[in-house]
């Protein structure tokens, strides 16, 4: 379908969500029917949704229940948002990344040549194509679900009952440099360390109390653009 005929759709929902004229309850009721069958465009899924949710039907609700009960039960987290898939607009998602404060994604992750080093670079980790959008959605709303190789943080504990976590970015013999999740970078002595243990991503695995369902699917959308690298974001 064009783009342009998925943007009037999905503009057009967003209107529908408040109408009370006769007819409204029929046309999300129908289109909550196509949606369950699987043959709702998937780029307007989310915006079909979101405004089906707003109607007080009994009708659409229950089509609502149907439709959601049929997700895949496999993975609580990352169902629910399993329509953010396609549809975004990733000029949006640039500034989520950006300049959401909120979210802070700049500051541990680098993109298009700029950014921090806590996080893998997303340029280089979106070129690769076993990085398919649903595991950028999972990045995002289950950020300990596949952590990046080379990314895994780790919890030290030293003989003098400090703790540290962060990610290996250099080991010696002798020492060992820790970046945390600030981007500060601290060298341990071997000797001192009393214990080392797995530990969660350094990603806030909350980060989408802070987003909406459209701000994760146009940060997915941004994030699968630099599988072209660069260049394709356009803003170095």
């Given at each position: 379908m064009p783009r342009l005929n998925i943007d009037w759709q999905k503009a057009h929902l967003a209107s529908l969500?408040?109408?009370?004229?006769?007819?409204?309850?029929?046309?999300?009721?129908?289109?909550?029917?196509?949606?369950?069958?699987?043959?709702?465009?998937?780029?307007?899924?989310?915006?079909?949704?979101?405004?089906?949710?707003?109607?007080?039907?009994?009708?659409?609700?229950?089509?609502?229940?149907?439709?959601?009960?049929?997700?895949?039960?496999?993975?609580?987290?990352?169902?629910?948002?399993?329509?953010?898939?396609?549809?975004?607009?990733?000029?949006?998602?640039?500034?989520?990344?950006?300049?959401?404060?909120?979210?802070?994604?700049?500051?541990?992750?680098?993109?298009?040549?700029?950014?921090?080093?806590v996080g893998p670079d997303l340029s280089k980790l979106a070129a690769d194509p076993a990085r398919t959008r649903k595991y950028l959605l999972e990045s995002l709303v289950a950020p300990n679900k596949a952590i990046a190789k080379g990314f895994e943080s780790v919890l030290i504990l030293d003989s003098n009952g400090q703790s540290f976590t962060g990610i290996i970015k250099k080991e010696t013999d002798n020492t060992l440099d820790l970046m945390t999740a600030e981007g500060k970078v601290i060298t341990l002595a071997k000797e001192d360390i009393e214990q080392r243990r797995p530990a969660k991503s350094a990603m806030p695995d909350d980060l989408t109390k802070h987003l909406t369902k459209f701000d994760v699917r146009d940060l997915v959308e941004f994030l699968a653009t630099l599988k072209e690298g660069p260049a394709k974001e356009g803003h170095p």
């Amino acid at each position: 379908m064009p783009r342009l005929n998925i943007d009037w759709q999905k503009a057009h929902l967003a209107s529908l969500a408040n109408f009370t004229q006769p007819g409204t309850n029929a046309i999300f009721s129908k289109a909550l029917d196509v949606l369950t069958s699987g043959e709702f465009p998937a780029a307007a899924r989310l915006d079909l949704v979101e405004a089906a949710r707003r109607r007080a039907a009994g009708d659409i609700k229950s089509k609502l229940a149907k439709y959601e009960s049929g997700l895949p039960a496999d993975d609580a987290v990352v169902s629910p948002y399993l329509d953010c898939l396609e549809g975004g607009d990733a000029e949006r998602g640039r500034v989520i990344f950006r300049e959401r404060t909120q979210v802070s994604c700049i500051r541990c992750h680098r993109a298009a040549g700029s950014g921090g080093d806590v996080g893998p670079d997303l340029s280089k980790l979106a070129a690769d194509p076993a990085r398919t959008r649903k595991y950028l959605l999972e990045s995002l709303v289950a950020p300990n679900k596949a952590i990046a190789k080379g990314f895994e943080s780790v919890l030290i504990l030293d003989s003098n009952g400090q703790s540290f976590t962060g990610i290996i970015k250099k080991e010696t013999d002798n020492t060992l440099d820790l970046m945390t999740a600030e981007g500060k970078v601290i060298t341990l002595a071997k000797e001192d360390i009393e214990q080392r243990r797995p530990a969660k991503s350094a990603m806030p695995d909350d980060l989408t109390k802070h987003l909406t369902k459209f701000d994760v699917r146009d940060l997915v959308e941004f994030l699968a653009t630099l599988k072209e690298g660069p260049a394709k974001e356009g803003h170095p």
